[in-house]
DNA sequence: CCGACACTTAGCCATTTTGCAAACCATGGT
DNA sequence: ACCATGGTTTGCAAAATGGCTAAGTGTCGG
């Protein structure tokens, strides 16, 4: 069992960066090979490869190696978590936004 | 003008630390002075200013000072930023989950 | 004017992160 | 068998992060 809130912790950081997030936004349209998700990256492979483990260890991306291509894919879940909590804070703030203009001096006794 | 890419790294960093995540939850409810942010958190005062520093530097966090007291704000722009790109890749991959369901041996030529 | 309160600055440390290069498997094609 | 392809491991250095203590600044209350 996952604690929540490191994977939470895990996700925002791996989600910093900003390869991989392009990596991210690659497997969300589809699967793909380690290479594919290289070539477009101009980094020393190991170096990529480090990206594509942090991915893999919080969660956000599986992948399995069949003859010597590694594939990888996202995963759904870690990702609805994170987005879950954004939109969570997105509709507090528009709350608070709101009640702030109803009541404009509110913070003025 | 602000590159939305080191925008989004930034505030994406920020959000990795459960202290910081738990000021937006704070701040998404209501403004609040620094003490009144520290209060719940077991740490010195310098480093929870840093945690503040760091919400300040990436825009999800604004503060002014009134006497001696800081009072922080939540930002809203970078906040929606954030939420909205989580959940376009959260609709991608949902795409493309619906499309494999439909398609079961699409990656099989 | 004096002390308490609310930060703020400065400096130190341990750990983690992010990049590289170089060498090393393992598989597939010819 | 052999070589190219696709990854993997190892080791290293620079920089960033997250915590602390100690000492300083500026306001308010009495």
Redesign the pocket.
């Known amino acids: 069992m996952v604690d929540i809130t490191q994977q939470m912790n ?1 996700c925002f ?1 791996a989600l ?2 900003p ?2 997030r392009a990596v991210v936004e690659a497997l969300a349209r589809a699967p793909a ?4 998700l ?1 070539a477009p990256h ?11 483990s ?1 991915l893999e260890k919080c969660g956000l991306v599986r ?1 399995e ?7 990888c894919f996202i995963e759904a879940d870690p990702l609805l978590q994170v987005q879950g909590w954004m939109e969570w804070q997105r509709i507090v703030v528009e709350k608070q936004i709101e009640s702030r203009d109803q009541i404009p001096f509110a913070l003025d006794p």
């Open positions: 895990a950081a910093a960066d390869t991989r090979s380690v290479s594919d290289h101009n980094m020393a492979l190991p170096t990529f490869m480090r990206h594509l942090v992948s190696k069949v003859g010597r291509v590694r594939t």
